[in-house]
């Protein structure tokens, strides 16, 4: 007797729907790097590709980033920064110093480990802490402070944003400049996010004490490796060295950090070097950007972020400018306004819709409404010193 294998279209269908789904799913969740992808690809046609490609690049900001967010993922799986972050949290026994605790905690968390990791790492921690305390009511509203927490927290570090890392290494900034240029908005900042904190009710809860133990041995060399990457930052060691020493150590240590960096936002960097590289080889392009960037830099980077975020904005208009503070202060309050000004804030948007995806309006008014009003005052205050 002949076996007849059945074709069953709905099983096809269905494996072909998933497939869709899944592509789906990777270009919602990396939009910036897809149009970071076409915006290289296009303007290959215009410049073809040749030998000063090669130059477009910025091997040590890429280097740095890599390092710092693996040795980042690895202390992420073993949970130390959720058991810091608890231990400080549960000293808090009211809704408003508990939320106060969490956006500081981000606050912080962005100039040590990068805007994006500290909510990846943080943003969670915000839910569990309101889910279990019945103040769900408030999880927009602490999302899009940790979010802004995120964003502005880590503008005084070369290492806390992205743009930061790029824009530091790409005109040799000394430290104690970088410290110095940022630190009227940092302070700002600081001062805005506490006050709007402070209009949450004092009210009082209570939060299940839950220990987490972390394995010492690992964190303490994992703390080393970190302290390494930052050096490498700082330029007191050769970027080289990290590549070499902190893979290496992961590998034996932690397969998984690897597997988990963000290599999407590493891609991102790569395409906009080409898109940026090409760019400013156009003449007609060259010639009216530098124009509007002599006009006025910190306000048109800070315009520009709110169209193509403020990554690609740094890497791109470091090509027609020399005013490297004004640019470096626009593109890091430029991470506030729009939802596409910042990766940060995808990631925020993206992490709030799993948990409460029937209010993504009342979310998308209330970040409009708080952002737009921090890129206006730290704006208009930048204009009048500058």
């Known amino acids: 007797m002949l076996a007849v294998k059945w074709y069953n279209p709905i099983r096809k269908n269905a494996k072909g729907d998933k497939g869709m789904q899944t592509i789906i799913g990777f270009a919602k969740k990396n939009v910036v790097m897809l149009i970071a992808f076409f915006c290289a690809v296009i303007t290959s046609f215009i410049v073809p590709v040749d030998n000063e490609y090669i130059n477009y690049f910025d091997f040590k900001t890429l280097s740095c980033l890599f390092c710092v967010l693996a040795v980042v993922c690895a202390l992420r799986n073993i949970n130390f920064f959720y058991m810091l972050a608890g231990k ?39 839910y569990i802490v309101l889910k279990t305390t019945g103040k769900e009511k408030y999880m927009a509203f602490t999302f899009i402070m940790q979010n802004i927490s995120a964003n502005l927290g880590g503008m005084l570090t070369p290492f806390g ?30 001062f805005l996010i506490t006050v709007c904190c402070l209009f949450i009710k004092p009210e009082p809860i209570t939060q299940p004490d839950e220990p987490i133990f972390i394995p010492k041995g690992r964190a303490t060399i994992l703390l080393l490796l970190f302290a390494l990457a930052i050096a490498i930052v700082f330029r007191g ?43 400013a080889r156009i003449e007609p392009v060259r010639e009216m950007i530098s124009a509007l960037l002599a006009k006025n830099t910190l306000l048109f980077s800070v315009i520009s972020c709110q169209f193509i975020s403020n990554v690609p904005s740094a890497v791109l208009l470091s090509n027609f400018t020399t005013d490297y503070p004004s640019l470096l202060i626009g593109v890091n309050i430029g991470g506030v306004g729009t939802l596409i000004a910042s990766l940060a804030s995808l990631i925020t948007f993206r992490e709030y819709t799993k948990e409460q995806s029937g209010r993504t309006a009342s979310y998308i008014l209330k970040f409009s409404a708080l952002n737009f009003s921090f890129l206006f005052i730290l704006t208009t205050l930048e204009l009048l010193i500058r």
């Open 88 to 126: 400080l949290v549960s000293k808090f026994k009211t809704l408003r110093s508990a939320i106060l605790a969490l956006v500081y905690i981000t606050f912080i968390g962005s100039m040590l480990i990068a805007n994006d990791m500290a909510l990846l790492t943080f943003l969670p921690l915000g």
């Open 237 to 279: 060691i050769p970027y080289v060295v990290g590549l070499v020493v902190i893979p290496s150590a992961l590998f034996f240590m932690d397969k998984k950090a690897l597997r988990d960096v963000d290599y999407p936002l590493l891609l991102t960097f790569v395409f906009f070097f080409i898109f940026a590289g090409n760019m």
């Open 161 to 190: 944003n992205p743009q930061n890392l790029y824009l530091y290494s790409r005109f040799s900034i000394p430290d104690l400049e970088f410290i110095s240029i940022m630190a009227t908005p940092f302070a700002v900042s600081v």
